[in-house]
């Protein structure tokens, strides 16, 4: 290993770490600050998690315990399944939202795994079993990830067989079958109106189809007062749609280049929430994770490839995957597609879960 690569995985490491570093020293601080209003004797901060918590002394023994109850049951699991929904030091809080962060925007209660089972998700049986993603117009290599990058990417995310559909033109484009969906010009830019397009794949879902994904290098907004969104999906329709649009600098009217790799790493993200919420999988609130909420490009771009523990139980619970062997497919092909932090960080976990079986 030459001394650039040790220096940048020294520096992937500290940045997950630091997280964690800030939190407790902001709890230590203010636990501190209140010294002197507070009886002598060991300072504690204190958790409402119910009657047989105790009050716990680190900021991540209070997390810890908030993913515990979020995940749920698992003693039933093989030991090394069950290490897979842990919290350790490969995952990191949520981090303090901004002014214009999506959490202070849209407050989102968080969904445990029990809310999740409540709410009864779509569950892929054979013969609806299949992921199909659908080009809507023309998906230039130079602009993002193809087709085909796309398709192996919720191969390996998911487990399920993938299938790209034909490339759909839209209306009123000279071309057989267009899709039809409204739209709009809004400062500058067209805009497809994403439920309308959500309609439209509702009533072309095919007869195997788990899930049907569009994918698209125009513009998209939810409703009238909104500005744009990266993506949108329902949850149970099994129906979404995402853009590139807001990737390329040229968008904004910005003349400088962008790295590929950063907009296949967007693509990427925003196709597995997407997909993710088709799991029935709400916003996460529990830590930083792919289902995190995302209002504007650097908060996407902040934004982890992974699943948390709690959401990625969810998505065992619907799918049954081998834990380590879905990171060591990721680790694959994250390296295959030279997306090192991602390739290192499934790596890790990959490994973390083969010692703890050989334990």
């Not at 504007?296 to 934004?303: F, T, V």
């Amino acid at each position: 290993m030459d001394s650039r690569e040790r220096s940048r995985r020294w520096a992937s490491r500290l940045a997950w770490a630091l997280p964690w570093l800030v939190t407790v020293v902001l709890v230590l601080g203010l636990l501190a600050s209140s010294a002197g209003s507070r009886p002598s004797g060991p300072l504690i901060l204190e958790a409402e998690l119910g009657p047989e918590v105790e009050a716990l002394s680190h900021a991540h023994d209070l997390v810890a315990q908030q993913v515990i109850a979020a995940v749920g049951s698992v003693e039933h699991l093989p030991a090394t399944t069950r290490r897979a929904f842990e919290l350790t030091s490969h995952f990191s809080p949520m981090p303090i939202a901004g002014p214009d962060d999506w959490l202070l925007v849209h407050p989102e209660a968080p969904q445990t795994v029990e809310d999740y089972l409540h709410e009864r998700p779509n569950r892929p049986e054979p013969p609806r079993d299949r992921i199909y993603v659908l080009p809507i117009g023309a998906l230039p290599a130079a602009r993002g990830p193809t087709t085909e990058e796309l398709a192996e990417h919720a191969r390996r995310y998911f487990g399920l067989e993938v299938t790209v559909l034909p490339v759909r033109a839209l209306a009123p484009t000279p071309a057989p079958d267009p899709l039809q969906v409204a739209s709009r010009m809004h400062q500058g830019h067209h805009q497809l109106h994403a439920p309308t397009v959500l309609d439209a794949l509702q009533e072309e879902l095919p007869r195997d189809a788990y899930c049907l994904i569009a994918v698209t290098l125009e513009d998209l907004y939810p409703a009238d007062d909104f500005n744009y969104v990266f993506g949108m999906a329902r949850l149970h329709a099994r129906v979404g749609v995402f853009s590139f649009a807001r990737y390329h600098p040229d968008f904004f009217g910005e003349s400088f280049a962008v790295d590929r790799k950063v907009v296949m790493q967007r693509a990427l993200k925003v196709m597995s929430h997407e997909l993710g919420h088709m799991f029935g999988l709400r916003h996460c609130t529990h830590l930083h994770c792919n289902m995190n909420g995302m209002n504007h490009l650097s908060e996407l771009d902040r934004s982890p490839m992974h699943l948390c523990p709690v959401c990625l139980r969810k998505l065992h619970l619907m799918l049954g995957f081998d834990p380590r062997a879905r990171y060591q497919d990721l680790a694959e092909h994250y390296t295959r597609l030279q997306l090192g932090d991602a390739a290192d960080w499934a790596r890790q976990r990959w490994a973390f879960l083969r010692r703890a079986e050989s334990q």
